[in-house]
Nanobody, 113 residues
Framework: QVQLVESGGGLVQAGGSLRLSCVGS??????MGWYRQAPGKQRELVAL???????NYVDSVKGRFTISTIDAENTIYLQMNDLKPEDTAVYFC?????????WGQGTQVTVSS
């Protein structure tokens, strides 16, 4: 049974940092990453990493966010620096294996101005 467990969200002032964690279990994953969804907006890809270490980021977070490689515990991290109010959203962990996408429950990130 595949499970993704997220942690690390919270409230932070603009310019601050947060580190999100996603612990996967039940499979080896080809891709893992983070999506986010703000109220009234579509869910968007934030960052992806493959099991070979390839990375992709949405333009708005390049230079500020860093996604880790997938470690031996099937865990990924998203280091978020220089946070801005527009980063406020629910962040969802995502993982892909054997043709199926899996999702975490989401963790709230709120950035105050």
């Amino acid at each position: 049974q595949v499970q993704l467990v997220e942690s690390g969200g919270g409230l932070v002032q603009a310019g601050g940092s947060l580190r999100l964690s996603c612990v996967g279990s039940g499979s080896s994953f080809n891709w893992m990453g983070w999506y986010r969804q703000a109220p009234g907006k579509q869910r968007e890809l934030v960052a992806l990493v493959s099991n070979l270490g390839s990375r992709n980021y949405v333009d708005s977070v390049k230079g500020r966010f860093t996604i880790s490689t997938i470690d031996a515990e099937n865990t990924i991290y998203l280091q978020m620096n220089d946070l801005k109010p527009e980063d406020t959203a629910v962040y969802f962990c995502n993982a892909y294996a054997s043709g199926i996408n899996y999702w975490g429950q989401g963790t709230q990130v709120t950035v105050s101005s």
